[in-house]
């Protein structure tokens, strides 16, 4: 976003989306109020020391865009999974050791076959007061499943049993297998042993939902006064590309264990001025995980030690549309994905330690250590390209433009692929640049030629990363193309129990999707941020996701 979108969620690793986006907007700063002294001074006794002033538990951020939605079923990118992930709660939360732990469910038992999950929902509320029940999460999973709803990430529900023929209408709702026995206990069914199945119950699309909010208003998940989450924060205030203000849960079932008062999020798209709001005190943090860092500052902020990077499993990647002249042709989506300089781009652009990317999966779930083609193979580009041409039929290539969304990060790689593109390739290639929220409904509807997304892991598995283009039409493809082997393999890792013949099956399946290329790999994500010190307690997952349950301010 986790994940999309960059699902779809930056420094220049996330640079605002992965499936991820971007924004504008200020927030002004919550300053401490003044210090006080009382008493006249005119005491020869000393007075008693006085106690240690509390620090006020706020902590203000900046997102690099506004969320398009605060929805859990149709959310697809990083800056609505974050704030989506601090207002619900799933059966699982990760935690800091990044394994899934109770959360809405106390307690679960799995069958031996490992196809049913009993859950005991713990008796909790949602943030309008209403208790949380195991029909709640019946009715989020199946309303992300109708295919009215239209959510893109539909298919993470898959793995429940009918899932996938409910939302491709070959099913009925009341055959997928999630049904709740009682009000505090929900039963799951599986398609197949899942391994990661209550790591996947963490993530946003399995969240439930409130019925009665989301039946009495389509515009529920938009608006502070009419969101209701159940989650450690809820929406106080939602200035539309202004600022937006979380605030703690009091109905939150972990409430306790919730330091915070309240996140202030600004909305400033300019990395420079973000960067400027942190210097000056009126931020707490700068970069990842919902903005970035401007690239020119990178090499300063690394030589003074203040900024941190961490690796994460994501891969920033160019969509191209397979239906759209000239990459409708292999050939030529080949040339112009072995033209790149990714080593250069890293070098003198991104600067924060990210690895080439010649493959899909990135390097915590690798398939193929030594990836699927060389970086900056020109000579067999240029031979691509001439091949392709002729098998078009043309002897010049149409217009071409390469969409991404507004950023000085994307603009600049974009900018520096595009000066390669023509140098290596002797292509001119036009940039054009959207607004995150319009720039991915283009995407989904196919105005684009060569757009860039990113992907963070949901979960951390290959599978993540291969399903996205399983289906020509499904919701996070965008690229138009379908290979009906890739299909049968990545079906035939499901059944797989043997874990190293699975992991086989996958590579296989990679390899497919890089002969094809329906998309261009170009680096594996780290996320760089700089934080006051004041600030503890933020978790960042190795996904890329960020939970604040435990942030506080010393």
């Known amino acids: 976003m986790k994940k999309n979108v960059f699902a779809l969620v930056s420094s220049l690793a996330v640079l605002g989306t992965a499936l991820a986006g971007c924004g504008g907007g200020q927030q002004a700063s919550n300053q401490p109020p003044a210090e006080q002294q009382s008493g006249n001074g005119q005491s020869q006794t000393p007075a008693a020391p006085a106690p240690a002033e509390k620090k006020p538990q ?13 929805d859990p079923g149709l959310a697809e990118d990083t800056t609505s999974g974050a704030i989506i992930l601090a207002t619900f709660d799933g059966l699982t939360r990760i935690g800091a050791d990044d394994k899934p732990h109770e959360a809405a469910a106390e307690s679960w038992t799995v069958s031996d076959d490992k196809l049913t999950y009993t859950f005991k929902i713990r008796d909790h509320k949602w943030s309008n007061g209403d208790p949380v029940t195991a029909h709640d999460f019946e009715y989020a999973w199946k309303r992300a499943l109708d295919p009215k709803t239209a959510s893109n990430y539909a298919y993470q529900l898959y793995y429940i049993k009918n899932g996938e023929k409910a939302n491709k209408g070959e099913a009925k709702l009341d055959d997928v297998g999630v049904k709740a026995l ?7 069914k599986l398609e197949n042993p899942t391994p990661f199945f209550l790591e996947l119950l963490a993530f946003r699309t399995y969240f439930p939902v409130n019925p009665k909010v989301v ?5 529920w998940a938009g608006e502070a006064n009419t969101h209701v989450g159940n989650g450690p924060f809820k929406i106080e205030t939602w200035e539309h590309k202004s600022k937006l203000v979380l605030v703690k849960n009091d109905n939150y079932w972990d409430k306790d264990n919730v330091k915070l008062d309240r996140i202030e999020f600004a909305m400033v798209e300019d990395e420079n ?6 210097e000056n005190g009126e931020l707490d943090w700068a970069g990842s995980p919902t903005s970035s860092l401007p690239t020119d500052a990178i090499p300063a902020l690394k030589d003074s030690g203040k900024m941190v990077t961490k690796p994460i499993a994501g891969t920033y990647w160019y969509k191209f549309n397979t239906e759209k002249p000239p990459f409708n042709n292999v050939k030529i989506r080949k040339a112009f994905t072995y033209a790149i300089d990714r080593q250069g781009l890293i070098d003198n652009i991104l600067q924060t330690g990210q690895l080439p990317a010649t493959g899909a999966v990135p390097p915590s779930m ?12 020109i000579d067999t580009a240029k031979k691509l390209l001439e091949e392709g041409m002729k098998e078009l039929g043309i002897s010049k290539l149409p217009p071409i433009t390469l969409s991404y969304n507004t950023s000085e990060g994307h603009k600049k790689i974009a900018e520096a692929i595009q000066d390669q593109w023509k140098k290596n390739l002797g292509v001119e290639v036009k940039l054009e640049n959207k607004e ?14 060569i757009g860039r997304m990113g992907w963070l892991g949901d979960f951390n598995d290959p599978i993540n990363f291969l399903e996205l283009y399983k289906d020509k039409d499904g919701g996070n493809n965008d690229t138009r193309w379908e290979n009906p082997k890739f299909k049968e393999l990545l079906n035939q890792s499901a059944l797989e129990s043997d874990l190293d ?30 934080q006051d010190p004041k600030v503890k ?9 960020v939970d604040w349950k435990t942030a506080y301010i010393e």
Do not use: C
Request: glycine share 6%; proline share 5%; hydrophobic share 35%.
């Open 58 to 70: 706020v902590l203000r951020l900046n997102l690099h865009s506004e969320p398009p939605t605060a």
């Open 501 to 530: 013949k699975r992991k086989k099956i996958l590579a296989d399946a990679e390899q497919v999707l890089m002969d094809d290329m329906p998309i261009m790999p170009i680096y594996f994500y780290t996320q760089s941020w700089v």
């Open 273 to 278: 001025t973000e960067l400027s709001m942190f």
């Open 366 to 377: 690798v398939l193929n250590p030594n990836g699927y083609f060389k970086d900056k193979d």
């Open 537 to 545: 307690g933020v978790q960042m997952t190795g996904l890329g996701d």
């Open 182 to 188: 009682d009000d505090k206990t929900l039963e799951v």
């Open 436 to 449: 995150w929220k319009v720039y991915l409904e283009d995407l989904h509807q196919g105005k684009f030629q």
């Open 215 to 219: 039946q009495g208003n389509d515009k």
